[in-house]
């Protein structure tokens, strides 16, 4: 959670999904990852939510958690929709998807806003789509895929996020 007078010297991000038990998951695990990694844990506050509200309150998806423990990372979240403070608290807001985008935008539209609103892939250097596909009906390689396009693309978008502080 962003505290209500956030410490204006961190950076904050959002990432949004459908759901938020799978793909914003991942990138909330692997963004934080790579900041602690980077020793700037405290320069940046992250959190993730959904555009649904079907599984608020519920862990991430089993098959995302241990994709992610393989690869040494701790999925912490509990799901959560969106809301329209969430667009005018935090300094970026990361979209999986083009229905996610619509919907946030959608949303931002009717609110002061002040995110910026981008879709994860924008980041991605090797991308060949601009979305995260929805592992969610797919099996456990879905999920090895996915958490292969959120690494490489929370790497590049924390490089430029370094850029632009
Ligand atoms: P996510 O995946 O948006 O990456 O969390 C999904 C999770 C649940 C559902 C769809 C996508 N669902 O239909 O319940």
């Known amino acids: 959670m962003v505290p209500e007078n956030p410490d204006s010297r961190r950076t904050t991000v959002l990432f949004v999904c459908l759901g938020n ?3 914003s998951p991942l990138a909330e695990g692997v963004f ?20 649904g509200a079907w599984h608020v309150g519920e862990p991430p ?21 969106i809301t ?4 005018e608290r935090f300094d970026w807001v ?3 998807d083009r229905e996610n985008l619509r919907n946030i935008e959608r949303m931002a539209e009717t609110i002061d806003a002040r995110a910026r609103i981008h ?16 592992p969610y009906y797919g099996d456990v390689r879905s999920f090895e895929t996915v958490y292969g ?4 693309s929370c790497e590049a978008l924390l490089e430029r996020l370094l850029s632009t502080a």
Do not use: N
């Open 84 to 87: 329209g403070r969430d667009l």
């Open 21 to 23: 038990i799978c793909r």
């Open 119 to 134: 879709l994860l892939r924008e980041f991605d250097r090797d991308r060949d789509s601009d979305e995260v596909p929805d």
């Open 149 to 152: 396009i959120v690494h490489r």
């Open 32 to 51: 934080t990852h790579l900041v602690r990694e980077a020793g700037l844990a405290d320069r940046f506050t992250v959190d993730s939510a959904g555009t």
């Open 94 to 96: 990361i979209a999986m």
């Open 61 to 81: 998806d089993a098959r995302a958690s241990m994709v992610a423990s393989q690869h040494g990372v701790e999925l912490l979240s509990r799901a959560r929709q």
